[in-house]
């Protein structure tokens, strides 16, 4: 089998930009409760359940152009600084909410981490597929999607239990910790410096990464250059000029759009009120940490599932869990909300 040479400290890097990530897409199910009652909360106010709408909400607002921005900053000021550059709207939007004492800094700090997720889901994936070998290509690729779920688990689990303030400067520390990790460990890709005729530095680039003799290292940098060579710019009219690449944007279009309207970016920034709403037995704060357990159990099952059973078996049967899933959730809430007794199945959002 052939010997994997990549870095330890890469996966160690990537997986930490993911994991906040995760973190702040789930940012808001402690906080919101915490804003909507009069402990631990700095603006002494309650906030109305309109603004608590704003806070889950315009996460996604700062994501929608967000990629189209560092789409370009990536080509122009190479991924390992766009790397360092996505993490920094991050850090402002975590030390603004930490001693936020207005509503409307914490609308502004919700749209900084919305451009920062759009900026991740642009940056990281470049930047692994260029770094990494063949063998650990997918290894990686799997890893970030665990940590993400990871991050998610890590706000649930310490959000409702520490202040607002806490909770934001314990996110800034792992910022802090992520910017000059990435810069003093990282370095920039092989591909980027040969596509800016820096062929010097993108063999020193390879030595570091692969940690192999001199003459592997020239025919990879040869492989390299054949392949950039090989690439046409175009527009993105360039997509619609076969059947194949149209194809290819349906279904991933498709698919996208899909996941994004089934809902799960609701349940993730509101699972606490969610669960809060169900009546049950178990402490919201509890439901919560259950839910991302288990979704990060399956996090990691699903690399290994997707290689036997194949991507699309394993796509449909978690479309079709999902939706069978939020039916009952909804049918539960209708009940609930006609007045119909659901004591005896509190578990029931739980489970689904």
Not at 136 to 160: D, E, H
Not at 208 to 222: F, G, Q, S, T
């Amino acid at each position: 089998m052939k010997n994997v040479t990549q870095p330890f400290t890469f996966i160690v890097l990537f997986d930490l930009l993911s994991f906040i990530v995760g973190t702040a897409s789930a940012w808001s199910s402690p906080v919101i409760p915490k804003l909507q009652t009069l402990c631990d909360n700095p603006l002494g106010r309650q906030i109305s359940q309109d603004e608590a709408s704003w806070i889950g909400s315009l996460l996604s607002m700062g994501g929608i152009v967000s990629p189209l921005i560092w789409a370009y900053l990536v080509q122009k000021v190479g991924r390992k600084i766009s790397g360092i550059v996505v993490v920094i709207p991050f850090l402002v939007a975590y030390l603004t909410s930490a001693f936020a004492e207005t509503i409307e800094l914490y609308y502004f700090g919700r749209v900084l981490v919305g451009i920062e997720i759009g900026g991740m889901f642009s940056v990281l994936p470049i930047y692994v597929m260029e770094v990494a070998e063949d063998v650990s290509r997918g290894l990686l690729a799997a890893s970030t999607g665990c940590f993400l779920v990871a991050g998610r688990l890590f706000s649930y689990s310490i959000g409702p239990f520490v202040s607002i303030m806490a909770f934001n400067l314990i996110f800034t520390g792992v910022c802090l910790v992520y910017i000059p990790a990435f810069w003093f460990f990282s370095p920039e890709t092989p591909y980027y410096l040969v596509k800016e005729n820096q062929d010097q530095r993108a063999l020193k680039s390879l030595r570091y990464l692969r940690r192999r003799p001199l003459a592997d290292l020239e025919k990879e940098l040869i492989q390299i250059k054949k392949y950039l060579a090989s690439i046409t710019e175009g527009t993105f009219l360039v997509i619609f000029q076969t059947k194949a690449s149209i194809k290819a944007f349906i279904y991933s279009g498709a698919l996208t759009t899909f996941e994004q309207f089934s809902g799960i970016n609701v349940i993730f920034s509101y699972m606490q009120n969610i669960f809060d709403l169900t009546g049950s037995d178990i402490a919201p704060e509890i439901c919560s940490i259950i839910v991302a357990s288990v979704q990060l159990v399956s996090s990691f099952m699903s690399p290994l599932l997707s290689d036997k059973a194949g991507r699309r078996t394993l796509l449909l049967v978690s479309i079709t869990g999902a939706t069978i899933c939020e039916v009952v959730l909804g049918v539960y809430f209708y009940l609930q909300d006609n007045d119909h007794d659901m004591s005896g199945i509190g578990w029931l959002p739980v489970v689904s």
